[in-house]
């Protein structure tokens, strides 16, 4: 593996930090710290600059608070837009082409361009094209897998790309930022390219030494399709042993073996069957109880707000990539008209014309 030298000042370069202030705070204009950057940004990105030219820069205090997300709780970590947001933002505009070449294809989540529905329809196209070779799914994930990431072994993976010793001082620091044994935190934007690339090498030896045609990775949700139960049982318990020895992970014992074409492949949100896909059960109940209630709105003359207009948008785009015909007419087609004058009426407040 080719190891990358001289990035740091690159990391701290002004038209860097620059850009690292436009997207990171893009979707989060109202923020009172992004409005305070904005006011004078040479001031605030210069400050950032000295940190980092200096090394004086350390991770702020982190606020957490618990999300409950169908059934499961986490920890979320969450740190001020200044500086960190934009200083992680800085670091990975600069190492994400070095980290992405490391990454096989099939790795989903949190890359640019490589989305749930990229996974999708990878995933729906192996299972039409390949009947045979798709006969069985082995699904499993790993137990707890942010707050399982030993720091240890990830600085030394961070140390096998890159040779830049500020650079990897930095990194060290965000990544001590936490106790090592809480893990990486959920919710800072460098640990979703840390996580991924922790399990970049594991991704290699399924493809490359295992041999396996069909793997789909979407952070540590993994979907495994063959033509053998019995070879899909034995190659559970190597990766689990894999896991075990060599990242400190542990597979949770949620792990199913079943036939693909009976029950369909439930994965990033959707069931996937040989000739159609299906919204996911959960998510469809969701649909079904937020559309009803839009609709009992309507029908007593109560006006949308902003976030109920999003939340029908939302589902639009989750609907149009599956089979889901009678869902759209039965329960977004009453709600169209409505959603339209809500839309004019916001479009108008804003002293702007409709779109």
Known sequence: MKRHG??????????NLRLAHQNAKKGKGWYKEVKMVDENPDYYLGLLQEMLINKTYQTSTYETFIKRDSGKEREIYKL???PDRICQWAILQIIEPMLLKHLIYDTYSAIPGRGIHLCLNRLSEAIQSDVPGTQYCLKLDVKKFYPSIDH????????????DHDLLFLLDEIIDSTPDDAGIPIG???????????LS????????????KYYYRYMDDIVILGDCKKK???????INDYLRKELKLTVKNNWQVFPTFVRGVDFVGYRVFMNFKLLRKT???????KMNFLNRKRLSGQELNYSEWCSINSYKGWLIHCDSFRLIQKY????????ENYYLKYIYQKGGLPI
């Open 283 to 289: 998510t469809c109940k969701q649909f079904k109880a």
């Open 201 to 212: 090498d594991f991704d290699h030896w399924m493809k490359e030494e295992k041999r396996i």
């Open 6 to 15: 001289h990035l740091y000042p690159k990391i701290y370069d002004m038209d």
């Open 332 to 339: 977004l087609e009453p709600l169209r008209t409505y959603a």
């Open 232 to 238: 899909l049982h034995q190659l559970r318990k190597e």
């Open 188 to 198: 800072n934007y460098i640990s979703q390219y840390s996580g991924n690339y922790y």
């Open 80 to 82: 001020p837009y200044f």
């Open 152 to 163: 240890t072994i990830l600085k030394e993976k961070y140390r096998r790309l890159f040779k």
